[in-house]
């Protein structure tokens, strides 16, 4: 019986291609629509991502990196008695305002790292190097931003807080997500050169940026940390990076509008599957007569449809994935990265074989309600 059925899915070339691309296109959406909401929330956490931090301790009741407040700087001390701890740094990331040449303002997130050992700093450089930021004045601005911040390139000076700036570096991909561009620089300069009018003091910073020493259980480690110092909240990166992203997922309508837009691609999905199948068993509807008049029960005619409407399902969502890929390359970029991962396709996947097999069901019915007799009438 499954081949007759994929023999007659395959036999009308005109509606089987109308149905797979109502397949691929709901396959398509629903991975661009994930993409680009892992792709967004990943900026939402990328400093913590890719800060080569195990640990992040920081204010109680810490959300999201680009918005941290302040905490003495000392308590670094106790944090680096502990054991199992190899290094931890005090770090930055504060608002400020930069200036252009042409009297222009634009709003920065500026982050400052140890000079030292530069824990925390801009990991993906295109242009210089991100030692450079120990220089005078020196800071790193991502390309994608460039044109915000007047066009800048290396040797350029900005204004940022009233202070001056020279851009060393640029780095590649490192946009936030709050569409503010980052200004990466050293912990020093960041907090007492463009500091001052920010409100932060210059005992105090955000966070400690914690490295655990190798084979160190970080479960542990955290744990250890809190006890020493009870005002500080203390996670691992994982989980961190997951409380960034929770964040900016809960917090704004983000995760519904992309929702919504992928619900839209199965309804239409939905929609083309269930008008193919139904007009194919309309166009046949004396050989459906014929099949029960020869003995098939409603069981085995729901099983043709099953294995129409899977096959459908499959052909489609090969093409939709393929369509996938190619368009996330095409489409991705820093500032609306499209992150696929196989989570998201075999999801897409999982979907789309669900709305399939529910689009069969609307012609079940109307076969189910056929009379054998129909074969004789002329």
Known sequence: MWILALKA????RGKLTASLLGVAFSVVLV????????????????????????????????????????????????????????????????FGQAAMRDG?????????????????????????????????????????????????????????????????????????????????????????????GTGIPRDRCCYFLVKARPGTDLDALCARIRARVPDLDVYDRATYSWRCMDFWLTRTGIGISFGLAAALGLLVGLAVVAQTLYAAVTDRIREYGALKAMGADDSCVGSFLLVQALGNATMGSALGLAGSAFAGRVMSSPRAPVVLTWQVGALSVSLVVLVCLVSASLPYVRLRRIDPAIVLRS
């Not at 899915?9 to 009308?12: N, Q, V």
């Not at 195990?54 to 999201?64: E, K, N, S, V, Y």
């Not at 990196?65 to 001390?77: F, K, L, S």
């Not at 202070?163 to 640029?170: C, H, K, N, P, T």
Request: glycine residues 12%; contains cysteine.
């Open 9 to 12: 899915m395959l036999a009308d």
């Open 31 to 94: 991975n661009l629509q994930g993409g680009l909401l892992l792709g967004m929330l990943r900026k939402g956490s990328m400093l913590v991502d890719y800060g080569r931090a195990d640990i992040w301790a920081g204010p109680r009741h810490m959300t999201t990196v680009d918005m941290g407040a302040y905490i003495p700087e000392r308590w670094v001390h106790r944090i680096r008695g502990v054991e199992g701890v190899e290094r931890a740094e005090p770090y930055v990331v504060i």
């Open 104 to 196: 222009r303002f634009e709003n920065v997130v500026i982050v400052g790292s140890e000079a030292a050992s530069l824990m925390g700093n801009a990991w993906d450089v295109a242009e210089g190097d991100p030692r450079a930021i120990r220089h005078p004045d020196g800071v790193l601005v991502d390309a994608c931003d460039a044109p915000r911040l007047g066009g800048c390139r290396i040797g350029d000076a900005l204004e940022i807080n009233g202070r001056r700036a020279e851009v060393v570096g640029m780095t590649r991909g490192i946009v936030s997500f709050t569409t503010n561009p980052y200004v990466f620089t050293t912990l020093a300069r960041a907090r007492d050169q463009f500091g001052p």
